[in-house]
């Protein structure tokens, strides 16, 4: 996953939104990158999506965790605030049936 961060600080992207970063059994810590900050799902709870900012952009980013309770980590929402612009919505959505059940619903 670093060379693919390494990859996206050149071009300069605001934003990197991964589908399933980790393994069941593996430690949200296990992942890092100098030029980012990675907004992730809570601890010893299997992440299905992470959000990730770089420090460079010039937008303000908010999780808005409380469109996000009781969603087992498969959804999040975040606010993104572009200097001179409008406030733009963003919900990342990991959609699939577990045992008949949509967490994501």
């Not at 952009?57 to 409380?66: A, G, N």
């Not at 009781?70 to 049936?97: F, S, W």
Request: aromatic share 6%; hydrophobic share 40%.
């Amino acid at each position: 996953m670093e060379a693919v961060l390494d990859t996206l600080v050149r071009m300069e992207a605001d934003l990197v939104l991964i589908q399933k970063p980790r393994e069941l059994k593996e430690k949200d810590s296990t992942f890092s990158h100098p030029s980012f900050t990675f907004i992730r799902s809570e601890e010893d709870v299997p992440a299905k999506c992470w959000i990730v900012v770089n420090w460079a952009s010039r937008c303000r980013v908010t999780e808005l965790k409380e469109m996000t309770r009781d969603c087992r980590n498969h959804v999040q929402v975040i606010e993104i605030m572009p200097l001179g612009r409008p406030t733009i919505t963003i919900a990342k959505v990991y959609h699939q049936r577990r045992d008949g059940v949509r967490p994501a619903q």
